[in-house]
T-cell receptor, first 118, second 110 residues
Framework: GAGVSQSPRYKVTKRGQDVALRCDPI?????LYWYRQALGQGPEFLTY????????KSGLPNDRFSAERPEGSISTLTIQRTEQRDSAMYRC????????????????FGPGTRLTVL | EDQVTQSPEALRLQEGESSSLNCSYT??????LFWYRQDPGKGPEFLFT???AGEEKEKERLKATLTKKESFLHITAPKPEDSATYLC???????????FGPGTRLSVLP
């Protein structure tokens, strides 16, 4: 079946503009995660959802960052008033769920959106 | 604070030269430790999940083991196609906040 998809794959924007990054998870996956990954580093957790509920947003850097998943499927990560330091690869992942000790936690990652803020 | 470190940062092996990658963690209540492979320009690809100390899992030339404070990814007789960055991540008991390590960049030379 189809994997996790993200759009756009590349986004170049000017400082101060708002951007919206989209994630389409694997069908039937309950949990959806957003990460930011700098070059040469592992993914850094931003936020995650179970169904439409945002369970943890402790990784969002500041209040310019927000995420939603209104119908429990597609999610959007929005960055308002972008700054150059927001430039990074933004990755989305989904999993079946969060049942402890089971394969439900295994995450499948999308290809990412490369954001460049000029 | 939960922390995950990986060593070495980079590793170069000759084809067929076996070695191990290390993932050390400090987390209050481990619910799972995950290994991923990441090729340049792509998202991480799931390899293994380990849930308790003493557990081992194998896949082709890769074998992952887990103790109470660290995990090892053993690579037996590697091939050039095993070249990638290997990431580990931990999931603790009180949430769904995965903490990733910085990764080990593995290069296998023919």
């Amino acid at each position: 079946g189809a994997g996790v998809s993200q759009s756009p794959r590349y986004k170049v924007t000017k400082r101060g503009q708002d951007v919206a990054l989209r994630c389409d998870p694997i069908s039937g996956h309950v949990s959806l995660y957003w990460y930011r990954q700098a070059l040469g580093q592992g993914p850094e957790f931003l936020t995650y959802f179970n169904y439409e509920a945002q369970q943890d947003k402790s990784g969002l850097p500041n209040d310019r960052f927000s995420a939603e998943r209104p119908e429990g499927s597609i999610s959007t990560l929005t960055i308002q008033r972008t700054e150059q330091r927001d430039s990074a690869m933004y990755r989305c992942a989904s999993s079946l769920g969060s049942l402890a000790g089971t394969s439900y936690n295994e995450q499948f990652f999308g290809p990412g959106t490369r954001l460049t803020v000029l | 604070e939960d922390q995950v470190t990986q060593s070495p940062e980079a590793l170069r092996l000759q084809e067929g030269e076996s070695s191990s990658l290390n993932c050390s963690y400090t987390v209050s209540g481990l619910r799972g430790l995950f290994w991923y492979r990441q090729d340049p320009g792509k998202g991480p690809e799931f390899l293994f999940t380990l849930y308790s100390a003493g557990e081992e899992k194998e896949k082709e030339r890769l074998k992952a083991t887990l103790t109470k404070k660290e995990s090892f990814l053993h690579i037996t007789a590697p091939k050039p196609e095993d070249s990638a960055t290997y990431l580990c991540a931990v999931l603790h008991n009180y949430g769904q906040n995965f903490v990733f390590g910085p990764g080990t960049r593995l290069s296998v030379l023919p």
